[in-house]
């Protein structure tokens, strides 16, 4: 029998090689343009001045606490949706309810609706002349322009990205294996930390690695609810903005590039996250 190329080696349509070598120069030089280009600027700009002026940028204490800021917001926002995420896929990939289709529209609602729509409206909610204001105000609690706000608004436009990694995979693989080890004595939980947890590991890892990402880059929405107090409130992506207007180009840049080189650790560790879930898919049974 003779046997047949792999996925990745056959051709998916019957173009020319012309037509194949014209989509390929199109990607590649789009992504050249769009993507490369601007990131070998932010590069050169952050070490125009050598490497000394470069590290001396992150001893400035604004940008060490918008730092700070970043990585908190994410260490909150990322477990949050981590539960909000697991939860919810369960509940929509596993059972039948009234109001299914209802939730998984409010899960992409993030998707659709501007960041800067959804900072504007822990504004009302929140601020001094919301509906919450004066109590919050009467009871010392501070959340616009202050963390809470940051967190607030960073779980808002980060929490889709876990709930639609694990929807499609649970929903595909039915309840059978679960239903086999609840007859043979298993709890709920035991199923889901036995049975069902080990099935979407890799969904839910690649879902952590996009929440983080998009939590640690947020600017829009975390713009709106921060008030831009140097020191206090504002995140890297803020802190960027605030020197550049300041005409500190090298030390926005430099800023900039921390935040690029997350974005590619984020880039390499997906791809592993992707290359060992398909190794493992290949895997004979």
Not at 250 to 263: G, I, W, Y
Request: with cysteine.
């Amino acid at each position: 029998m003779v046997n047949a190329l792999p996925a990745s080696a056959a051709p998916a349509v019957g173009e020319s090689r012309g037509v194949r070598t014209l989509l390929i120069a199109i990607s590649v030089v789009f992504l050249a343009i769009f993507l490369l280009a601007p990131l070998a600027v932010v590069f050169a700009e952050a070490f125009a001045q050598g490497l000394a002026a470069y590290f001396n940028s992150f001893t400035n204490p604004d940008t060490l606490a918008a730092i700070r800021l970043t990585l908190l917001a994410a260490v909150i926002a990322v477990p949050c949706n981590l539960v909000f995420g697991v939860c919810a896929a369960w509940a929509i990939g596993k059972f039948e309810f009234f109001g299914k289709s209802g939730l998984i529209a409010l899960i992409d609602l993030p998707f659709s609706v501007s960041p800067v729509v959804a900072g504007l409206t822990y504004v009302l909610l929140f601020g001094a002349q919301g509906p919450l204001g004066p109590w919050l105000a009467a009871h010392n609690v501070h959340i616009i322009f202050a963390v809470p706000g940051i967190v607030l608004a960073t779980v808002f436009v980060t929490f889709p990205f876990i709930a639609r990694e694990l929807l499609p995979l649970m929903a595909a693989q039915g309840n059978d294996e679960e239903e086999a080890a609840l007859t043979l004595g298993a709890n709920g939980l035991q199923t889901f930390f036995k049975v069902t947890l080990p099935n979407v590991k890799w969904a839910l890892l690649y879902g952590v690695i996009l929440c983080n990402a998009r939590a640690m880059g947020e600017f829009g929405a975390v713009s709106v609810v921060s008030g831009h107090i140097r020191g206090l409130t504002n995140t890297m992506p803020l802190q960027i903005e605030v020197l550049y207007n300041d005409y500190a180009f090298v030390p926005a840049f430099a800023v900039a590039s921390l935040l690029a080189l997350l974005a590619l650790a984020t880039l390499v560790i997906k791809s592993a996250v992707e290359w060992r879930a398909a190794n493992v898919k290949e895997k004979p049974a």
